[in-house]
């Protein structure tokens, strides 16, 4: 069983910066890829930040220049920061990782959503 859980989401004025964490737990041989998604209300998930499993990173161009996506291997964890936020990126924020498990299968898990409201 492998369990991801997020936090670090709050509420921020704009200009602001919050860095949402996503901690993987269980039966984890390797964490591969990830990546950061947004579903703001009324619109479709979106994709906002990816990193290979050899730590070459893209990001949507909306979030470009002040999201920075991270990890810590050690401690599982993904991170997000976020800097110089607009009211435009309020929205539930998801991780999404592939782990490879202890059998060996690789499987892409969801974590359970951290929501980032950002005032103007």
């Known amino acids: 069983q492998v369990q991801l859980v997020e936090s670090g989401g709050g509420l921020v004025q704009a200009g602001g910066s919050l860095r949402p964490s996503c901690a993987a737990s269980g039966s984890i041989y390797r964490i591969n890829a990830m990546g950061w998604y947004r579903q703001a209300p009324g619109k479709q998930r979106e994709w906002v930040a990816h990193m290979t499993s050899v730590g070459t990173t893209n990001y949507a161009d909306s979030v470009k220049g002040r999201f920075t996506i991270s990890r810590d291997n050690a401690k599982k964890t993904v991170y997000l920061q976020m800097n110089s936020l607009k009211s435009e990126d309020t929205a539930v924020y998801y991780c999404?990782?592939?782990?490879?498990?202890?059998?060996?299968?690789?499987?892409?898990?969801w974590g359970q959503g951290t929501q980032v409201t950002v005032s103007s």
């Open positions: 999404n990782l592939d782990i490879e498990a202890m059998d060996y299968m690789n499987r892409a898990y």
